[in-house]
């Protein structure tokens, strides 16, 4: 009878167990986890080309190869899909299958139990995207596709660590809800609105712009179109730098909030 | 962990507020007092029951010691550790089974699901597999042939054991049990008991039982408590609590009606009303017949069983059987709770 201390990493590996075992046993899942960016690329193509040519679309977006852009930005836009659902979602879910109490009661703060639950999203599925995306881009543009979307999983995990804590935030706000509203499902199609991944940002309302300027996904967006163009250099640099910060911020942010979050969730209950 | 209680419970009280809907705007703020001063206390080795109709506050005391929820007034030590300060250490000595039809992943097998688990409460290595496998054999999961089949295949026994398997997972010296029997088939819930014994008395735990099977309560507990609207109402050995009613007689009276539909309210009413019966239970027995359990004074048995015969067959209720039995927990029940009932 000895009571074991629970580690962050600890709670990591039990995250990562279940996210490899849930793939593993569901293979229509997996397989449909790679179809998505597909579809998600048909449905860009299809808006950019709703409008006019090919060249437009390229000019529109600053890109030098439009099929290059979509390949990247769907592969970005289906990572945020991902994470946005399973780390925001995280709470809502295990609510309704009944492991939420079982997960809370893991002998560690909220705030560390929800971030160690958000990692295997964060590095598995953008994985999942830019293996599913690689072929296209390698036969399209050979090595030069190749090594674009390799290093834009790691700007994708970049842009996904200030996302999923921004997601973290939203999983923990989901518990002071009593009601089964889907607060995460809202969130994504907002985050791609204003992300520029269907057309540029400078065409949104000001206020959106606005608002695009705290939303990594956007950043993310301007790395993929610098790698698809051979110009944006100074583009990529501003992007890296704002999606650094952005990662410190609404990851330290999530600790204090989600204190809080524990403590109202402790008083009212959490079901 | 040297104090002899396990588990103490002093003065807790634990309102709701919940907000009534009166027309399309208009919401009536209500506050329920699930709790309203609860002491308990369970020792190491034993085996103790808190039992109480559904809304008792069972749940809510449970979600309480279990660090789940905070108490609005007073205070509850497990293993030693405060509830409220010290909750993350008192998660780390207790095993905790809040359902057992839900609080798995369903695409995940028995023993994926335990590792998961297992892994959530600091276990590793060979280490972590051995325990899996002990547990999943102490339930009897191994032996059924289910450790390795898909959560959502599992029959409600099944989810049941594995519920078990969990709270045992990291060896807690503490179990805190909500229903952990609730809708098994017999030989299922006698398989649960059995264990819930066992660990109580071979591994010294202390186990914290909530049910409203008061027959379940006789058979496993040590101790009970009785919680009906958030107070509890009597406390003791079931033999103590037993001798509470030791001068009253349980009479049982099994009924069927034409439509198998027994308006409860309405009987219950005519009861009180007519015969001026305080003391009685209405239930359904396993055949689907109607069961009612009247405590009547010494001397009095055949005068009230003539009384109810009277009242059953006026109101076109067929009467199938009539018992006279040894007084039960469920007496002790039906004896302490007939005034909070009204």
Redesign the interface.
């Known amino acids: 009878?000895?009571?074991?201390?629970?580690?962050f990493m600890?709670?990591v590996?039990?995250e990562f167990?279940?996210y490899i075992?849930?793939y593993k046993?569901?293979r229509a899942f997996l397989f449909a986890a790679f179809i998505w960016p597909y579809l998600m690329m048909m449905l860009l193509l299809g808006l950019g080309y709703l409008f006019g040519d090919p060249r437009m679309y390229a000019e529109r977006l600053g890109v030098r190869s439009p099929v290059l852009f979509v390949v990247s930005a769907s592969t970005v836009a289906m990572s945020s899909v991902f994470i946005i659902d399973e780390v925001a979602g995280y709470t809502l879910y295990n609510r309704w299958?009944?492991?939420l109490?079982?997960?809370?009661?893991?002998?560690?703060?909220l705030s560390k139990r929800l971030l160690s639950a958000s990692i295997p999203s964060v590095l598995l599925s953008p994985a999942i995207s830019v293996i599913s995306a690689l072929p296209v881009a390698v036969y399209i543009e050979g090595l030069r596709g190749f090594m674009l979307v390799t290093s834009l999983y790691a700007s994708i995990i970049l842009g996904m660590l200030p996302l999923a804590g921004l997601s973290v935030i939203v999983a923990g706000l989901v518990l002071t809800t009593k009601e089964e509203s889907n607060v995460a499902s809202s969130l994504a199609p907002f985050m791609l609105l204003v992300s520029g991944v269907f057309y540029p940002v400078t065409i949104l309302p000001k206020i959106l712009q606005e608002v695009s300027v705290v939303v990594p996904v956007r950043y993310v967006v301007d790395i993929a179109k610098s790698l698809a163009s051979t110009t944006a250099a100074g583009q990529l640099y501003v992007a890296i730098y704002a999606l650094t910060l952005m990662a410190f911020a609404y990851n330290l942010f999530t600790v204090p909030l989600l204190s809080r979050v524990e403590a109202r969730v402790?008083?009212?209950?959490?079901e | 962990m040297s104090s002899s209680s396990a588990i103490i419970a002093r003065g807790l009280v634990k309102r709701y507020v919940t907000y009534e809907r009166r027309g399309f705007l208009r919401r009536v703020k209500k506050t329920i007092e699930a709790l309203r001063g609860v002491d308990l206390e369970t020792r190491w080795g034993e085996v103790f029951g808190l039992l109480g109709p559904n809304g008792a506050g069972k749940t809510t005391t449970v979600k309480i010691l279990s660090t789940l929820l905070l108490p609005d007034k007073g205070w509850a030590r497990v293993a030693g550790y405060d509830v409220v300060s010290e909750y993350i250490e008192v998660r780390k000595h207790i095993g905790v089974v809040l359902s057992v039809e839900r609080g798995f992943f369903w695409k995940l097998t028995g023993r994926e699901n335990l590792r998961y688990f297992a892994m959530l409460r600091g276990l590793r290595g060979v280490e972590l597999e051995k325990r899996v496998e002990e547990v999943l054999r102490l339930v009897s999961l191994t032996e059924l042939g289910a450790a390795d089949k898909l959560y959502e295949e599992y029959s409600l026994g099944m989810k049941a054991r594995l519920a078990l398997a969990r709270a045992l997972v990291h060896d807690p010296p503490i179990l805190i049990l909500d229903e952990p029997t609730l809708g098994l088939d017999p030989p299922s819930a006698r398989r649960i008991r059995e264990l819930i014994v066992r660990l109580a008395r071979e591994e010294g735990k202390a186990v914290l039982v909530t049910t409203h099977n008061m027959y379940e309560a006789e058979l496993i507990c040590d101790r009970v408590a009785i919680i009906a609207k958030g107070r509890i109402i009597a406390k003791g050995s079931p033999e103590e609590l037993k001798s509470l009613v030791a001068k009253e007689v349980p009479v049982i009276v099994r009924f069927t009606s034409r439509s198998t539909i027994v308006e409860a309210s309405s009987l219950e009413a005519k009861l009180r009303r007519e015969l001026g019966v305080e003391k009685f239970s209405l239930s359904v027995d396993k055949e689907g017949r109607n069961v009612l359990r009247v405590l009547a004074r010494p001397g009095e048995e055949e005068e009230t069983i003539a009384r109810i015969v009277g009242l059953l067959s006026g109101i076109g209720y067929r009467v199938r059987s009539i018992e006279i039995a040894k007084p039960s927990l469920e007496d002790v029940f039906i004896a302490l709770t007939s005034g909070e009932e009204k």
């Not at chain 1, 009878?1 to 580690?7: D, E, F, G």
């Not at chain 1, 109490?101 to 703060?109: F, K, N, Q």
């Open positions: 009878m000895k009571a074991l201390s629970v580690r600890d709670a590996r039990a167990y279940s075992r849930f046993n569901n299958n009944g492991t109490p079982y997960l809370i009661l893991v002998p560690m703060p402790r008083m009212y209950g959490f």
